[in-house]
């Protein structure tokens, strides 16, 4: 089995920083693409950012330039900074990972954490 457990998330006034971490668990023989999803009340789940197995990132625009992903796949941990923090950056924060769980077999698959709510508000 794989796990995906999120955290750093909280509340933060406008302006604001915060740090997610994605932490994958389990029989894992390699991490491909991940991201960070979000999805705000009433919204549909959306696409903040990704990140490649070799490491190149991808952003939607509205935060491009003020949330930065990285990867450390020596703790299979990726993270998302996340500086300048706006009301409308509000929302649960989804980690999505694509994972090859054995060496002997070619077969990724996808998985979510639980979430983890992010709230900028004054």
């Known amino acids: 089995q794989v796990q995906l457990v999120e955290s750093g998330g909280g509340l933060v006034q406008p302006g604001g920083s915060l740090r997610l971490s994605c932490t994958a668990s389990g029989t894992i023989f390699s991490l491909n693409d991940m991201g960070w999803y979000r999805q705000a009340p009433g919204k549909e789940r959306e696409l903040v950012a990704s990140i490649t197995s070799g490491g190149s990132t991808n952003y939607v625009d509205s935060v491009k330039g003020r949330f930065t992903m990285s990867r450390d796949n020596a703790k299979t941990t990726v993270y998302l900074q996340m500086n300048s923090l706006k009301p409308e950056d509000t929302a649960v924060y989804y980690c999505?990972?694509?994972?090859?769980?054995?060496?002997?077999?070619?077969?990724?698959?996808?998985?979510w954490g639980q979430g983890t709510q992010v709230t900028v508000s004054a």
């Open positions: 999505n990972a694509n994972i090859r769980r054995y060496y002997s077999s070619g077969t990724t698959y996808t998985y």
